[in-house]
């Protein structure tokens, strides 16, 4: 299970923010709360994409999680970062599936499709499935 987890979201899901930072935090695990605070009226979820991968680039963090509306948006900012793995997943075994076979290293997360319940238990197949590596890391090694 990994270390300390970056965590962001835009306006749309500030409140799943702060549960998923609760959830990691019952759990023994970091959580990098960047941002933004509940009540925040707008902003621009490609900034909050960028903070959580350069902590995840940096090695201040092992892993991220971005939550928006949909997810969709912050997933497009994160894959263009070389280095960063990123699916929006919303059920379980894309989640399982995309840490086994893809080594996915952020999950985005849509706060206006998900319950609070799924979405932890997003969090939870993200956080506690292995890579399997193998022949998934010579398909990964394909990408560049
Ligand atoms: C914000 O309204 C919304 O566009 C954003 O949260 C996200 O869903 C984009 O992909």
Known sequence: MPGVIAVGSDHAGPELKEEIIFYLAARGL????????????????????????NAVLSGEAERGIL??????????????????????CANEFTARMARAHNDINVLTLGA????????LGLVECFLETPFEGGRHQERLDLFN
Do not use: F, Q, S, W
Request: with cysteine; glycine share 16%.
């Open 67 to 88: 939550v928006c509306g949909t997810g969709a948006g912050m997933c497009m900012v994160a894959n263009r970062h070389e280095g960063i793995r990123a699916a929006n």
């Open 112 to 119: 206006r499709v998900l319950g609070r319940g799924i979405a």
């Open 30 to 53: 970091g959580a990098m709360d960047l941002g933004v605070p509940p009540g925040t009226k707008a902003c621009n979820y490609p900034d909050i994409a960028r903070k959580v991968v």
